[in-house]
C-alpha cells in the first residue's frame, strides 16, 4: 500500500504544540525530528556521549514533524487542515508531501526508534533491536507500524510512568485510544489481570493485536475498533485516555461508567495552551485530581470520581 508522508518543518520552541494539531490530523502515528537538544537526549535515552556526526550537523534550530496518511483517505483534506491550524496558531511552518510504500515508510521511522527506559520498571524496545536487561525491568517489545505509541512521546511517557505504580496483580485495564497497544500491555506485563483497548483506526487495532502477541499477553488483551468507549461494556480499575484535548474533554461526559468504584482515570495527551479547558471540564463533570504530572509541555492527570 502506497501512503502519503507530510513534512512539517516547524521552530523547535513550537514543536509540541504543532505535533498536537498533527496528531488532530490523523489518528494513528508520528514522528518527530528534533536535534535541538541532541547531547543531553543521547545520555538520557541511549546512554552514549559519542555522537555520530551526521546528527551533529543536523538543523538544532527547525524540527521535522512526518505523519502519514493512507491511500483510502484524503490527504489534500489534511493539508489544508494543517496549514489552516499552522496559520491560526501563528507558527511559522514549511510543508510538503510525498508518496512512498510500505517498505520506504519503515525504512524512514524505524532509525529513529531505539530502546529507552521509563521510570523505575518498564523499559521499551523495538522489536528489531535486542535490548540490555542489566536492571531487570519489564521490557515491551514494540513494532508500532503507523499507529501511535512508541513510548517516546512525553504523553505516553507520562501514562506508562503512572501505570507502573498503579498496576497491581488483580486490576483490569481500559486503554481508550490504545494505538500501538502499549498502555494495555504495558498493564499486562506488569501483572494486570486483563486490559481492553479500543481505537478509532483498523489498523491500529491490528497492530495492538500483534503486540500483544509479541509481548506474551494476547490471551489476557483485548482490542476493539470504535469511537471512545461506544463498544465497550463493563468496569475496570483503571481507565488511560492518551488521547488529545478536545477528546478528553467530550470523554469525560460518560468514563465514569466504565470506572469501578474507587477507580482511577489517567487523561494524557492535554498540551499547556489547553490545560485550564480540561481543568475547567474535570471540574465541571465532578472529577477530583488525584495526581498532576508533565514533562515538556505536556500534562496528564490521575482522577477519581
Do not use: Q
Request: charged fraction near 30%.
Amino acid at each position: 500500500m502506497n501512503w502519503t508522508e507530510i513534512k512539517m518543518t516547524v521552530p523547535t520552541d513550537k514543536t509540541d504544540e504543532a505535533a498536537a494539531i498533527a496528531n488532530m490530523a490523523v489518528p494513528y502515528g508520528i514522528y518527530i525530528e528534533d536535534y535541538s537538544d541532541l547531547e543531553t537526549a543521547a545520555m538520557e535515552i541511549a546512554h552514549v556521549d559519542l555522537i555520530d556526526e551526521e546528527l551533529t550537523e543536523k538543523d538544532r534550530k527547525n524540527s521535522v514533524i512526518h505523519i502519514y496518511v493512507s491511500e483510502t483517505d484524503n490527504a489534500t483534506e489534511k493539508l489544508s487542515y494543517l496549514e489552516e491550524r499552522f496559520t491560526a496558531s501563528h507558527i511559522e511552518h514549511k510543508i510538503i508531501r510525498e508518496t512512498v510504500d510500505d517498505a520506504d515508510w519503515n525504512e524512514n521511522w524505524k532509525k529513529y526508534f531505539k530502546a529507552f527506559t521509563i521510570g523505575e520498571k518498564l523499559a521499551v524496545c523495538p522489536s528489531w533491536e535486542s535490548f540490555d536487561n542489566r536492571d531487570n525491568r519489564t521490557v515491551i517489545s514494540l513494532d508500532p507500524g503507523a499507529a501511535f505509541g512508541t513510548g517516546t512521546h512525553a504523553t505516553t511517557y507520562l501514562c506508562l510512568s503512572e501505570l507502573e505504580n498503579m498496576v497491581k496483580n488483580d486490576t483490569t485495564v481500559l486503554d481508550i485510544g490504545t494505538g500501538s497497544g502499549i498502555l494495555a500491555i504495558a498493564s499486562l506485563l506488569l501483572g494486570a489481570e486483563s486490559a481492553v483497548g479500543v481505537d478509532i483506526d483498523a489498523l491500529s487495532v491490528k497492530t495492538a493485536n500483534e503486540n500483544a502477541l509479541r509481548n506474551g499477553v494476547g490471551e489476557k488483551a483485548k482490542f476493539i475498533h470504535g469511537d471512545l468507549a461506544e463498544k465497550i461494556s463493563g468496569k475496570y480499575d483503571i481507565v488511560c485516555a492518551n488521547i488529545i484535548a478536545d477528546v478528553v474533554i467530550r470523554l469525560l461526559d460518560n468514563v465514569e461508567n466504565y470506572m469501578n468504584e474507587g477507580g482511577k482515570l489517567i487523561v494524557s495527551g492535554i498540551i499547556d495552551i489547553r490545560v485550564n479547558d480540561v481543568l475547567k471540564a474535570i471540574k465541571e463533570k465532578g472529577f477530583n485530581i488525584e495526581k498532576e504530572v508533565t514533562k515538556e509541555e505536556w500534562y496528564a492527570f490521575v482522577l477519581t470520581k
